[in-house]
RNA sequence: GCUCCCUUCGUCUAGAGGCCUAGGACACGGCCCUCUCAAGGCUGUAACACCGGUUCGAAUCCGGUAGGGAGCGCCA
């Protein structure tokens, strides 16, 4: 019933892949797949001052982390390549060429410092900062004397006055802007590299991309490119804004609300599937509540469930899908997860206490034998239960080995405590905590002597 | 400053004029289960930003107010 829509997921290479972006690349993954469609992957780094190299890699890992896998994009090529932009020159030349000689571009002359200045002045004056159009009317002369001058202009696209832009955004809806609202703006940079306004969306038209997703930030800008695409004869995609991921106090995610990048959070233990149900959820509803298997989340994706008021990132939800994912690891994957060694069984043990690696540390160290000081509480069930419990704990011990089951049948026949009485003190001997794992795979796991030992240290009297 | 966007429980959201004494999920509280924690089951607290209008009837439509956000860059 729906056409197969081609999506792109469109990043700058210039940090790291940021809540938002991966929320957006999720859903413009969801659309194509939901659709039987394609989904793009674009480096945009034509701003050769901040892009690197090595944010290119670490935004590839982390797609592939999240197993959000492109069907056209670096490395894997496709129909429409390059897929990155700083390769991409040659095409944009031609267009600019296009749109210069169609006299929807003139190059301008006016130096950075002196937009400063005439932007300040107009927001001084209570004008709208724009450009105010100084070089646009400049002769064939006008120029050349620049040119000669040793003046290199960027290219700026001649937006046309008094015309309203229209569009239908397929999150917001019917969208209308006046262009006198616009200044020209640059479509070429001094250095001759393409502005994003330019090169995003001929790459989106140039591509075959169908169905553009992206922050609701971009909403006020759509109709630029639309007029460039307009000019060059290109299709235009549909547009979808989605609003905007905040912290937990409603503004824009930054640093001072910890973790913002997916890398961040993939250090620290979570899981990709943890952040994807959760990333699925924010400023979008799906039909299903449950935890959801990537593979099918298409089927539940509901583009015209797509939010336009801002959502909050959760950690307390993150967390709550974590728990989830967990629970749905295979044995092997929890033990490579927690870092606990091999023993599959450590893994099991410790699955449903631990939301991250590093909780895991207490228990690891409690089979390694370190086992932490009793509290206040821990002392008084000690000492309730007292030296005489430990002993014939200690002694049933022997004869039952590591059997939880046989081994509490024995104690409790032998000093007739029953229930948490029973099993309280015990813990306590053998992990040092009232809170914890399972005690029958923890004590099978500690080995009878290792157990004794424990069991032996409070038979004696105080 | 100008233009645009947004506003339902603490959080994510359902809701497209009567189905809403506003539903679900997370979080929080209680009970059950249970050696503890977690999980699970049951259950409780909790929201239509505000003011006007349209209508027999508004969370839903219209206008305004307030609050938040974005854009106006040789960043994307």
Same mark, same amino acid.
């Given at each position: 019933?729906?056409?197969?829509?081609?999506?792109?997921?469109?990043?700058?290479?210039?940090?790291?892949?940021?809540?938002? /972006?991966?929320?957006?690349?999720?859903?413009?993954?969801?659309?194509?797949?939901?659709?039987?469609?394609?989904?793009?992957?674009?480096?945009?780094?034509?701003?050769?001052?901040?892009?690197?190299?090595?944010?290119?890699?670490?935004?590839?890992?982390?797609?592939?982390?999240?197993?959000?896998?492109?069907?056209?994009?670096?490395?894997?090529?496709?129909?429409?390549?390059?897929?990155?932009?700083?390769?991409?020159?040659?095409?944009?030349?031609?267009?600019?060429?296009?749109?210069?000689?169609?006299?929807?571009?003139?190059?301008?002359?006016?130096?950075?410092?002196?937009?400063?200045?005439?932007?300040?002045?107009?927001?001084?004056?209570?004008?709208?900062?724009?450009?105010?159009?100084?070089?646009?009317?400049?002769?064939?002369?006008?120029?050349?004397?620049?040119?000669?001058?040793?003046?290199?202009?960027?290219?700026?696209?001649? &937006?046309?006055?008094?015309?309203?832009?229209?569009?239908?955004?397929?999150?917001?809806?019917?969208?209308?802007?006046?262009? /006198?609202?616009?200044?020209?703006?640059?479509?070429?940079?001094?250095?001759?590299?393409?502005?994003?306004?330019?090169? /995003?969306?001929?790459?989106?038209?140039?591509?075959? &991309?169908?169905?553009?997703?992206?922050?609701?930030?971009?909403?006020? /800008?759509?109709?630029?490119?639309?007029?460039?695409?307009?000019?060059?004869?290109?299709?235009?995609?549909?547009?979808?804004?989605?609003?905007?991921?905040?912290?937990?106090?409603?503004?824009?995610?930054?640093?001072?609300?910890?973790?913002?990048?997916?890398?961040?959070?993939?250090?620290?233990?979570?899981?990709?599937?943890?952040?994807?149900?959760?990333?699925?959820?924010?400023?979008?509803?799906?039909?299903?509540?449950?935890?959801?298997?990537?593979?099918?989340?298409?089927?539940?994706?509901?583009?015209?469930?797509?939010?336009?008021?801002?959502?909050?990132?959760?950690?307390?939800?993150?967390?709550?899908?974590?728990?989830?994912?967990?629970?749905?690891?295979?044995?092997?994957?929890?033990?490579?997860?927690?870092?606990?060694?091999?023993?599959?069984?450590?893994?099991?043990?410790?699955?449903?206490?631990?939301?991250?690696?590093?909780?895991?540390?207490?228990?690891?160290?409690?089979?390694?034998?370190?086992?932490?000081?009793?509290?206040?509480?821990?002392?008084?069930?000690?000492?309730?239960?007292?030296?005489?419990?430990?002993?014939?704990?200690?002694?049933?011990?022997?004869?039952?080995?590591?059997?939880?089951?046989?081994?509490?049948?024995?104690?409790?026949?032998?000093?007739?405590?029953?229930?948490?009485?029973?099993?309280?003190?015990?813990?306590?001997?053998?992990?040092?905590?009232?809170?914890?794992?399972?005690?029958?795979?923890?004590?099978?796991?500690?080995?009878?002597?290792?157990?004794?030992?424990?069991?032996?240290?409070?038979?004696?009297?105080?």
């Amino acid at each position: 019933m729906t056409t197969p829509a081609v999506t792109r997921f469109a990043p700058s290479p210039t940090g790291s892949v940021h809540l938002g /972006n991966a929320r957006t690349a999720l859903f413009s993954y969801l659309w194509a797949r939901k659709t039987g469609g394609r989904f793009i992957l674009r480096i945009e780094d034509t701003d050769v001052e901040r892009s690197q190299r090595r944010f290119r890699d670490e935004l590839i890992g982390e797609l592939e982390w999240l197993r959000l896998a492109w069907d056209e994009g670096p490395d894997v090529g496709g129909p429409a390549g390059p897929y990155v932009q700083s390769e991409r020159g040659e095409i944009y030349a031609a267009l600019f060429d296009r749109l210069e000689r169609q006299g929807d571009a003139y190059p301008c002359y006016c130096r950075p410092e002196e937009l400063e200045i005439a932007r300040k002045l107009q927001r001084m004056a209570g004008r709208p900062p724009r450009y105010p159009g100084t070089c646009r009317g400049l002769s064939g002369a006008g120029r050349r004397e620049r040119a000669a001058s040793g003046l290199r202009p960027t290219l700026r696209f001649a &937006v046309p006055s008094d015309r309203l832009v229209e569009f239908g955004d397929l999150v917001h809806g019917l969208q209308r802007l006046q262009t /006198n609202d616009i200044g020209d703006f640059i479509i070429r940079r001094e250095d001759g590299t393409a502005s994003f306004f330019f090169c /995003n969306a001929v790459d989106d038209a140039l591509m075959g &991309v169908t169905h553009v997703l992206r922050g609701d930030d971009h909403l006020a /800008n759509t109709p630029r490119q639309l007029l460039v695409l307009d000019a060059l004869g290109l299709r235009r995609p549909d547009y979808g804004h989605v609003g905007l991921l905040v912290g937990a106090d409603g503004a824009p995610l930054s640093k001072r609300h910890g973790s913002t990048s997916v890398q961040e959070f993939r250090q620290r233990g979570f899981l990709g599937a943890a952040l994807l149900n959760h990333l699925y959820r924010l400023g979008h509803t799906g039909d299903l509540d449950r935890w959801l298997e990537l593979a099918e989340m298409p089927g539940h994706f509901r583009p015209e469930h797509l939010g336009k008021a801002p959502a909050r990132f959760d950690e307390a939800q993150l967390v709550h899908w974590q728990k989830e994912t967990i629970a749905r690891l295979s044995p092997a994957d929890v033990g490579a997860w927690l870092g606990a060694g091999d023993d599959p069984r450590v893994a099991e043990l410790l699955r449903h206490n631990v939301v991250l690696p590093q909780d895991a540390a207490p228990w690891l160290a409690v089979l390694r034998g370190e086992l932490p000081p009793l509290d206040a509480e821990g002392r008084r069930i000690v000492a309730e239960a007292g030296p005489g419990f430990f002993a014939a704990a200690g002694a049933a011990l022997g004869e039952s080995g590591a059997d939880l089951p046989r081994l509490a049948k024995l104690v409790a026949a032998r000093t007739g405590r029953r229930g948490a009485a029973l099993y309280m003190p015990l813990r306590l001997a053998l992990t040092g905590r009232t809170h914890g794992p399972e005690l029958a795979p923890l004590l099978a796991l500690l080995g009878a002597d290792a157990a004794r030992r424990r069991l032996d240290q409070y038979a004696q009297d105080p």
